[in-house]
């Protein structure tokens, strides 16, 4: 039966002794968009009051299209917009395609501007509220394999006299929404007014953000700005890269980064460094980006070829498969009726005990359920080849607790995505005891970001310390073609 309201008992130890083996390949710590495609889509959002008070926060005059202002600039001035210089720098490649949003944000649309058609979005300090839908739209870009950029500025900047500051705008954004408000990015953006210093960036040759192909970096720029507070405990992919004067680890964070789904996430703390100081007329703007005390055009052009998949991986490696792709279903032993068979994790998760049942056949793997604080994982290791344009993670799901709260969650089951070191390249959903329900759910989720890589898919189950929840699983896929 699936009803359950106490403490489980398990049948059998399935698992007994496995530790968790991910394969021994060099992977990349996160994955090109699904929706990559050369040159790399990059939209910047005009939308939401970016241009009130003294902000210019655009690439140029002409919307959606910069191109019909100057079609080959060879200076930022060829552009008019604070963040000219950002823009034409990213035109000069060649391997940029560039737009304008002016109106709401939407995914899944078929406007010249929806969020399907891009890789990334730069949102320059908006001073605006987002709607329920446009929320909705940007967590969902993310999660399928999205790159955001949020840029703040320091509390109070409220430019347009709306009683809302950009911090406020994108903590709303995170804390707000409808497809995963509990701390998504793994940070919170404080509500501070620093009113100057030169940040400086970590020791790590190999992140591809402070040393991209556009240089390296070294120190940013505090002009009013904010940093960030990491929550490692509820994202460990969120990582500070530059921080504020005197600080570090989870604090004082000013340029950071992050995964969620399959996408990835930046966050910097100030509009100054971006701002080349030119713009439209009565506009008093300051040259952040030329700064010669910082390295701040360095880190925007990174950080958007990292945002776009354009940079590889976070962690280094190179990717796996074959370049080309054969329908299939990848995960073995994925109704868990072989037993212990290609999963590893949680002695005993692998189950076909009479105290909940299985959606298909005898066994399934039961997560948690005990009634004390307790973890169990659930994890296999596969390699997605490289030619594949669909990866289609489906599972079904089936939750029962003993807990009475509607509103709190307990207890809770994460979906991750990790590379060969065991860092988590993306959370593609958590759930918890307020998903309980009566019978299975089939959840499904998109890996094509992955394609050509090594991972591991891994279940967390963690259970508090007095009500029994169990997440149960079977009938667990992921076909590529």
């Given at each position: 039966m699936l009803g359950l309201t106490g403490p489980r008992?398990?049948?059998?130890?399935?698992?007994?002794?496995?530790?968790?083996?991910?394969?021994g390949v060099a992977v990349q710590?996160?994955?090109?968009?699904?929706?990559?495609?050369?040159?790399?889509?990059?939209?910047?959002?005009?939308?939401?009051?970016?241009?009130?008070?003294?902000a210019d926060w655009i690439i140029s005059t002409s919307k959606p299209d910069p191109l019909a202002q100057d079609s080959s600039p060879s200076s930022e001035t060829d552009?008019?917009?604070?963040?000219?210089?950002?823009?034409?720098?990213?035109?000069?490649?060649?391997?940029?395609?560039?737009?304008?949003?002016?109106?709401?944000?939407?995914?899944?649309g078929?406007?010249?501007?929806?969020?399907s058609k891009f890789d990334t979005l730069v949102l320059p300090e908006p001073n605006t509220l987002f709607t329920t839908a446009e929320k909705t739209a940007i967590m969902t870009f993310v999660k399928n394999g999205g790159g955001l950029f949020m840029i703040s500025d320091h509390t109070g900047s409220d430019r347009n006299n709306d009683g809302e500051d950009a911090v406020e705008i994108l903590n709303d954004l995170m804390t707000n929404n409808s497809v995963d408000s509990a701390d998504p990015f793994g940070f919170s953006i404080d509500s501070l007014n620093i009113g100057s210093d030169y940040p400086s960036a970590i020791s790590d040759s190999t992140n591809p953000v402070l040393h991209g192909s556009f240089g390296t970096v070294t120190k940013s720029l505090i002009a009013?700005?904010?940093?960030?507070?990491?929550?490692?405990?509820?994202?460990?992919?969120?990582?500070?890269?530059?921080?504020?004067?005197?600080?570090?680890?989870?604090?004082?964070?000013?340029?950071?980064?992050?995964?969620?789904?399959?996408?990835?996430?930046?966050?910097?703390?100030?509009?100054?460094?971006?701002?080349?100081?030119?713009?439209?007329?009565?506009?008093?703007?300051?040259?952040?980006?030329?700064?010669?005390?910082?390295?701040?055009?360095?880190?925007?052009?990174?950080?958007?070829?990292?945002?776009?998949?354009?940079?590889?991986?976070?962690?280094?490696?190179?990717?796996?498969?074959?370049?080309?792709?054969t329908a299939a279903q990848l995960l073995g032993n994925n109704g868990f009726e072989s037993g212990s068979t290609t999963w590893t994790g949680t002695s005993g998760v692998i189950t076909n005990s009479g105290s909940q049942s299985a959606r298909t056949g005898s066994y399934y793997a039961w997560l948690d359920g005990y009634g004390k604080a307790t973890t169990d994982t659930l994890a296999q290791t596969?390699?997605?080849?490289?030619?594949?344009?669909?990866?289609?993670?489906?599972?079904?799901?089936?939750?029962?607790?003993?807990?009475?709260?509607?509103?709190?969650?307990?207890?809770?089951l994460k979906v991750q995505v990790l590379n060969s070191s065991g860092t988590v390249?993306?959370?593609?959903?958590?759930?918890?005891?307020?998903?309980?329900?009566?019978?299975?759910?089939?959840?499904?989720?998109?890996?094509?970001?992955?394609?050509?890589?090594?991972?591991?898919l891994k279940f967390t189950g963690t259970e508090g310390s007095t009500l029994q929840t169990s997440f149960v699983l079977d009938d667990t896929a992921l076909n590529v073609s």
């Open positions: 008992h398990r049948a059998g130890a399935l698992l007994a002794g496995l530790a968790l083996v991910t394969a710590a996160t994955a090109t968009p699904a929706v990559a495609a050369t040159p790399h889509r990059i939209l910047f959002d005009d939308g939401h009051a970016e241009e009130a008070g003294n552009w008019t917009g604070a963040l000219s210089s950002w823009g034409v720098a990213l035109q000069k490649t060649g391997n940029y395609s560039l737009k304008t949003a002016t109106s709401a944000l939407t995914y899944g078929t406007s010249a501007t929806d969020l009013n700005g904010t940093t960030a507070t990491l929550k490692p405990a509820d994202n460990s992919s969120v990582e500070g890269l530059v921080y504020r004067t005197g600080y570090s680890g989870n604090s004082g964070a000013f340029f950071a980064t992050s995964t969620f789904g399959s996408g990835r996430v930046a966050f910097w703390g100030d509009s100054s460094p971006v701002d080349d100081g030119t713009g439209q007329s009565g506009n008093t703007l300051y040259d952040g980006w030329n700064d010669s005390g910082a390295t701040n055009a360095a880190l925007a052009l990174n950080a958007t070829e990292w945002l776009s998949g354009a940079s590889g991986s976070s962690g280094g490696g190179t990717g796996g498969g074959s370049g080309t792709c596969v390699t997605i080849p490289s030619g594949c344009t669909t990866a289609a993670l489906s599972f079904y799901l089936h939750v029962d607790t003993a807990e009475t709260s509607t509103s709190t969650a307990y207890d809770t390249l993306g959370t593609l959903a958590t759930y918890s005891n307020l998903n309980a329900a009566s019978g299975y759910t089939q959840r499904g989720f998109s890996l094509a970001s992955y394609a050509g890589q090594t991972v591991t």
